[in-house]
T-cell receptor
């Protein structure tokens, strides 16, 4: 039962254009969402987060949008740079019994930014 | 401030053996979580420890176990290794609160032959 889904295994964009990575979730108790970036042979690093009381959070070139009614969030990277090429993981947590404190991750999307 | 440190970084075992992986969290962090990453499966949650107590557990068999010491360092153990246990095992720490980002180590790459 996959509660966090990233339906695009990969995405390829041109340098300077917008990258949009999507994530869907099924657990209505999730109320905190994060995006992580992972390079090969390294651990994931935190990018940006959003609480369910907001619908948008921005940090430099990265913006996360949350649509609670659709149980959908997206990460926008503008402009995309070759150094952004990595696997991006969406993660969620919620105050739901045994899910307290635990982050549930999607399977990741490999972003390739072409020069 | 030192990051999350995992040892060993790489190891090779054979089926039936057992393995112990170690994790030293960021100083001051009391929560340590373990994840398994395999190709196509993303990061699968194993368990989380907070103040030496297991606070959360994922859907892994009992062969996977862990513990946390009073200094917040954590170990995970996998007994009777199977080929399918080959994976990158990631440890992550945070201060301990409900929300907040996890800080990950670089992982321990386990290969089971």
């Amino acid at each position: 039962d996959q509660q966090v889904k990233q339906n695009s295994p990969s995405l390829s964009v041109q340098e300077g254009r917008i990258s949009i990575l999507n994530c869907d979730y099924t657990n209505s108790m999730f109320d905190y969402f994060l995006w992580y970036k992972k390079y090969p042979a390294e651990g994931p690093t935190f990018l940006i987060s959003i609480s369910s009381i907001k619908d948008k959070n921005e940090d430099g070139r990265f913006t996360v949008f949350l649509n609670k009614s659709a149980k959908h969030l997206s990460l926008h990277i503008v402009p995309s740079q070759p150094g952004d090429s990595a696997v991006y993981f969406c993660a969620a947590s919620g105050n739901s019994g045994g899910s307290n404190y635990k982050l549930t991750f999607g399977k990741g999307t490999l972003l390739t930014v072409n020069p | 401030k030192a990051g999350v440190t995992q040892t060993p970084r790489y190891l090779i075992k054979t089926r039936g053996q057992q393995v112990t992986l170690s994790c030293s969290p960021i100083s001051g962090h009391r929560s340590v979580s373990w994840y398994q990453q395999t190709p196509g499966q993303g990061l699968q949650f194993l368990f989380e420890y907070f103040s030496e107590t297991q606070r959360n557990k994922g859907n892994f068999p009992g062969r996977f176990s862990g513990r946390q010491f009073s200094n917040s360092r954590s170990e995970m153990n996998v007994s009777t290794l199977e080929l399918g246990d080959s994976a990158l095992y990631l440890c992550a720490s945070k201060t301990g609160g409900y929300t907040g980002e996890l800080f990950f180590g670089e992982g321990s790459r386990l290969t089971v032959l």
